[in-house]
């Protein structure tokens, strides 16, 4: 892993780029599935790739729907994080949506093209082992 | 400039919070006459416990059946309440909103999507509602390690379900009624376990009042349904703590006297939940601490009206904030309601358009009230009972430990503001809301202090704010708020020099 960009690289120039980061329906991480069919689903993109939602579902959720396996990396220790609470406490859920940073995915609602991106950048510019 | 210049206020009262209280209490003042300002951060009325209910009633498909059948009545019961207050075209409602600044003389900061400003209420009725006790243990940082909320929510407004190795950890009625709720969507928890005893209930039982023993039966039911099913159960665990590379793989714990390892994929754990003092932590309100609950709360009198602890030079008027419902006292819905009604109606007597609360409407609160002693003995603080053990991560955001907070406070940091300034402890995104409960007691423990333990000064903003929103804020009148500065605040002076060693 290797995209120090990702916070400020436009759409096209940052794919995800190893195995852990992609998050197709097979990825085996997922936590959750969905009850049943998603109805009149509109697609959001997660850094770069589309992903569906459900009209008046949040960010956090379409997040933990895809299976990834986490939605930043803590700039302290680069450790990865998901959402924790879901109501707003916990600031665990921070991506960046249409380019604004540290936006709170559990309170957002989806909008169609919205545009989502993982935050890994503090930790990969602080060079964190981990990462 | 004369008061006569002042602009008016925007709204009789003003209302944080759109669940069971704040829409009660909403419905009761428009139907007197007053205009009010409901703000809430949901898309949709409702809060947490009836959060989505709209669309999940239209949601005509098989799964959508399935989980309103899972869900149950409870869930269902706010309809009607949602459905008036809907009615009621005079609420100026106002969702996706966040409340980043309440002043005691009722201005209210209010942020929607990347425009903030003002508004001012003659009243401010706050209905935030509560949040989960955080827990801190080891591991509880990794990914799949979520609260029982957290999964309900994912329930109700994601329509997602957990897979793989589930356990739910902790104590509480939410985590008994969550794991039946799975159960019934077809998902065996691998473990329950539980961090109360049989000697808990025992203790309770001489908390019973009548109005407990329909809950007491509910949640005998949801116990017998779970063993019935076969679920794996454990009472008095201990010492849990989530292993795993990057994830949750495995937890442990003790019980029964020894050491036990689990698989798991989701750890859902619950500690009962807690007032939120965000807002009146900020607003310089005056709070007590619950010793049963180990957990702060606004110090209100019964119909919820709170104190400054602003010094009188600074704000010498009256205030005029109020707290209803979970964010007063942990009640649940029906609690919550009859006490959003109860906050109206005294709030109409200020606003001079009534005569205070009914007596129904004080014997509905104490009523709905009575079972939370009973509750309280049976369903204690369990994971966050012990002091965390000095390597786990006390704060999640700045990723310190408790023994990096007893080290600090060993070496003389031993009032919470310079805690915080020296460790940055409470300063990350969360801004101390998972963080401060474990950092007061972490002092306490050294100081043994026994009053309200402190808690970090609050300062708004208290949620993140857009630089340009702040640029562009609007309703911002210096003539008609009272103007604080960050040497305003409560304890300005107090803050000795003496609490920071030198270096």
């Avoid at chain 2, 969507?185 to 109005?211: E, M, N």
């Amino acid at each position: 892993m290797n995209d120090i960009k990702t916070h400020v690289s436009p759409p096209e120039t940052s794919a995800p780029d190893t195995a852990e980061q992609s998050f197709s329906a097979d990825t085996g991480f997922k936590l959750f599935a969905a009850l049943g069919p998603v109805p009149d689903a509109i697609t959001l993109f997660l850094d770069d790739q589309p992903i569906i939602a459900r009209q008046g579902d949040t960010v956090a959720v379409c997040i933990l729907r895809t299976g990834v396996p986490y939605n930043r990396l803590n700039p302290v220790s680069g450790a990865p994080r998901l959402p924790y609470c879901m109501i707003g406490h916990c600031f665990e859920c921070l991506v960046e949506i249409d380019g604004i940073a540290n936006q709170q995915a559990c309170l957002t609602v989806v909008r169609d093209g919205m545009k989502i991106r993982r935050q890994l950048g503090a930790p990969l510019a602080l060079k964190h082992p981990e990462v | 400039m004369t008061q006569d210049n002042i602009p008016p206020y925007d709204a009789d009262v003003i209302i944080v919070g759109c669940g069971p209280a704040g829409m009660t209490a909403a419905v009761e003042l428009v139907q007197a006459g007053c205009s009010v300002i409901v703000l809430d951060m949901q898309p949709t009325p409702g809060g947490q416990i009836f959060r989505n209910l709209e669309a999940n009633l239209r949601d005509s498909s098989p799964s959508g059946q399935t989980l309103l059948d899972a869900l149950g009545p409870a869930y269902k019961a706010g309809a009607e309440l949602i459905q008036r207050f809907r009615t009621f075209r005079g609420i100026d409602y106002r969702p996706q909103t966040t409340v980043w600044e309440v002043r005691p003389d009722g201005t209210v900061g209010w942020l929607q999507g990347i425009n903030a400003g003002y508004v001012r209420g003659r009243q401010v009725l706050l209905a935030h509602g509560a949040m989960e006790r955080p827990v801190p243990f080891p591991g509880w940082t990794l990914p799949g390690v979520m609260t029982a909320g957290a999964v309900q929510t994912l329930l109700k407004a994601g329509h997602l379900k957990p897979t793989g190795n589930v356990v739910l950890a902790g104590t509480g009625p939410l985590l008994l009624l969550l794991a039946n709720q799975l159960h019934q969507l077809g998902i065996k928890p691998a473990l329950i376990g539980r961090t109360d005893r049989f000697a808990d209930a025992l203790s309770g039982v001489s908390h019973l009042r009548p109005g407990g023993l329909l809950p007491l039966i509910k949640g005998l039911g949801w116990v017998a349904r779970l063993k019935a099913a076969g679920v794996k159960s454990v009472t008095g665990l201990k010492d849990l703590a989530a292993h795993g590379h990057r994830k949750v793989e495995a937890i442990s714990f003790t019980a029964n006297g020894r050491q036990q390892t689990q698989a798991c994929d989701l750890l859902i754990v619950h500690d009962g939940i807690v007032p939120s003092i965000d807002i009146p932590n900020s607003a310089g309100l005056r709070l007590q601490w619950d010793e049963a609950n180990a957990s702060w709360r606004p110090d209100t009198t019964f119909d919820g009206q709170t104190a400054s602890s602003l010094p009188p030079e600074l704000y010498a008027g009256r205030c005029v904030i109020r707290v209803t419902g979970d964010a007063r006292r942990i009640g649940g819905a029906d609690a919550a309601m009859a006490h959003g009604r109860l906050a109206a109606q005294s709030i109409l007597a200020d606003l001079g358009r009534g005569t205070g609360p009914c007596s129904k409407a004080v014997r509905s609160v104490r009523k709905s009230l009575s079972v939370r002693p009973f509750l309280d003995a049976v369903f204690p603080p369990g994971l966050s009972r012990a002091l965390p053990e000095n390597d786990t991560i006390v704060c999640r955001c700045e990723e310190l430990t408790a023994g990096n907070l007893r080290e600090k406070i060993r070496s003389g940091f031993r009032n919470m503001d310079a805690l915080r300034g020296e460790t940055r402890c409470g300063m990350g995104p969360c801004q101390g809301r998972s963080c401060m409960v474990t950092a007061a007691r972490l002092l306490q423990e050294h100081t043994h202090a026994t009053a309200c333990p402190p808690t970090f000064r609050g300062r708004p903003p208290i949620r993140p704010i857009p630089l340009g929103a702040i640029a562009n804020l609007s309703g911002l009148d210096p003539r008609a708020t009272i103007r604080l500065t960050l040497e305003d605040k409560p304890e300005h002076g107090v803050e000795e020099t003496v609490d920071v060693p030198a270096e």
